[in-house]
């Protein structure tokens, strides 16, 4: 089985900063990449950022510049650094691991999500 334990969310005005970290335990051989998708009100999920085993990061084009993603690979933990938030970043954020388990399949896994509100 594996965990991911999400942490960081919350409220903030519009030109602020919060901090995600998503913790992953469990039957982990190997994470392939780690990321964040998010969710607002009415709309689809969508991918915010990943980052690779290697360390390489993709962006969604609407908060690049703005967000950083980050992982420490001794701790199976990714970050997402955000800066200068909208409103139109108000969503569910969902962390999500793709590992290999012991047996040498390859899973995908989700996190329950964290708030994160930015007012006007």
């Known amino acids: 089985q594996v965990q991911l334990v999400e942490s960081g969310g919350g409220l903030v005005q519009a030109g602020g900063s919060l901090r995600l970290s998503c913790a992953a335990s469990?039957?982990?051989?190997?994470?392939?990449?780690m990321g964040w998708f998010r969710q607002a009100p009415g709309k689809q999920r969508e991918l915010v950022a990943v980052?690779?085993?290697?360390?390489?990061?993709n962006y969604i084009d609407s908060v690049k510049g703005r967000f950083t993603i980050s992982r420490d690979n001794a701790k199976n933990t990714v970050y997402l650094q955000m800066s200068s938030l909208k409103p139109e970043d108000t969503a569910v954020y969902y962390c999500?691991?793709?590992?290999?388990?012991?047996?040498?399949?390859?899973?995908?896994?989700w996190g329950q999500g964290t708030q994160v509100t930015v007012s006007s």
């Open positions: 999500y691991v793709d590992y290999t388990s012991g047996d040498y399949v390859r899973h995908n896994y």
């Open positions: 980052v690779s085993s290697g360390g390489s990061t």
């Open positions: 469990g039957t982990i051989s190997l994470i392939n990449s």
